[in-house]
């Protein structure tokens, strides 16, 4: 089977061969244009991803890397707003291998690097992306250097480094991390390196959507409204593109309605979905605790837009004392996770009312790598 992937500027197919993590021609963005083959019956089981997601998407016959991804809980359970209870389903992406949902793209992506050869990697991220990265490449034989912001979470970058990866701490915003990255891979001339990017490949999506596969299995039917975290965008793109599949292969009449939601201190989405282009000129790269939506610049931000327009959805903004409460509100209901997951209860306190049912919230990440946050945390409201 082709890869079905483009540039989303000048059309150019992804190459038979290497790993670039733009397009070879004029430097865009490789778009997945055609979402592959699934297995809808053999969501959830124990093979991770390949269980529901055909190999032959990545040209993958040899590799298939897998430490047991997905096959996530999904749980019931009620928000109580303006004296009615509604209800809302739990996607307990946190329970993964290394604590994110970024497993299923790891999956994915270190496959597809392990068929094209390759054997030095490079990866930033703010955390769950390195720490996902590094378990994965370990899993498959691979060198991972992988860049941090130096103030990232502690038990993050220890993951990192137990994995056995090469950790390269990087001083100053989230952003001056990749221009570090690039700077060094700029001078490898090995051949055997690539650009593990879980911003830039689109691979990773493929991963992702298995995610809209597993729930609309566990539900039986597809959701009304489907919640993410918004950082890069990757979860709520993947799954964009799940349903998107689901629908074009006649499992549901509907797509659902997809809601992002950003911290208010770093929310370029939010910023230009409510006030246009316009609104990029207030956008700060601002200090948050919800430190893996800290992105100032994300890399497929129109093709996001897009899909949460076409979905007919919306993106909200919150503020530190309202993702610290929300995380706090979850560990009480036994779902412990980190504040980057947490927005999104935030966004189901202050709007719930305003969602068609049943609603999805996408839980992304462990809040056992964020405990020191929430000794700061005031009462639940």
């Not at 996530?72 to 009615?84: A, G, R, S």
């Not at 137990?162 to 490898?188: T, W």
């Amino acid at each position: 089977m082709e890869i079905s992937i483009k540039c989303s500027n000048c059309g150019n197919p992804y190459p038979e061969a290497g790993a670039p993590y733009r397009c070879t021609k004029c430097g865009g963005i490789y778009q997945i244009k055609l979402m592959p083959q699934f297995f809808i019956e053999n969501a959830g089981r124990s093979e991770g991803i390949w269980s529901s997601l055909n190999p032959d998407c990545l040209n993958a016959k040899d590799h298939l890397i897998t430490l047991g991804e997905g096959n996530t809980p999904l749980i019931q359970d009620q928000i109580e707003v303006k004296n009615q209870a509604w209800d809302v389903y739990y996607k307990c992406e946190y329970l993964n291998p290394t604590g994110s949902f970024k497993d299923r793209g790891s999956a994915a992506i270190i496959t597809f690097l392990k068929e094209r050869g390759i054997e030095n990697i490079f990866e930033d991220s703010s955390g769950n992306a390195g720490a996902s990265i590094a378990a994965y490449a370990a899993r498959a034989g691979m060198r991972a250097n992988v860049y941090v912001p130096a103030q990232a979470s502690g038990v993050k970058k220890e993951q990192i480094k137990q994995y056995g990866a090469n950790m390269i701490l990087v001083e100053g915003p989230r952003s001056k991390v990749s221009e570090v990255l690039l700077r060094d891979l700029s001078k490898d001339n090995s051949g055997y390196s690539a650009y593990a990017s879980h911003a830039y490949l689109p691979f990773n999506l493929y991963g992702y959507a298995t995610i809209a596969f597993e729930i609309f299995k566990q539900l039986g039917k597809s959701p009304g409204t489907i919640m993410t975290p918004l950082g890069q965008g990757g979860c709520l793109l993947g799954v964009y593109y799940g349903f998107k599949s689901l629908l074009e292969n006649g499992f549901i009449d509907r797509i659902p309605t997809f809601i992002g939601v950003q911290a208010r201190a770093c929310a370029p989405l939010w910023a230009t979905f409510e006030y246009g282009v316009s609104g990029l000129q207030w956008v700060s790269e601002g200090n948050t605790i919800a430190e893996g939506i800290r992105i100032k610049y994300p890399v497929r931000g129109d093709e996001v837009l897009q899909a949460i327009q076409m979905s007919n959805g919306k993106i909200f903004a919150v503020d530190e004392e309202e993702i610290i409460n929300a995380g706090v509100h979850l560990a009480h209901k036994g779902l412990l996770v980190e504040p980057t997951s947490a927005v999104v209860e935030a966004a189901l306190i202050q709007h719930i009312d305003e969602f068609n049912p049943p609603i999805v919230a996408i839980l992304t990440g462990s809040g056992l790598k964020t405990m020191e946050v929430y000794g700061r945390s005031a009462n639940p409201k």
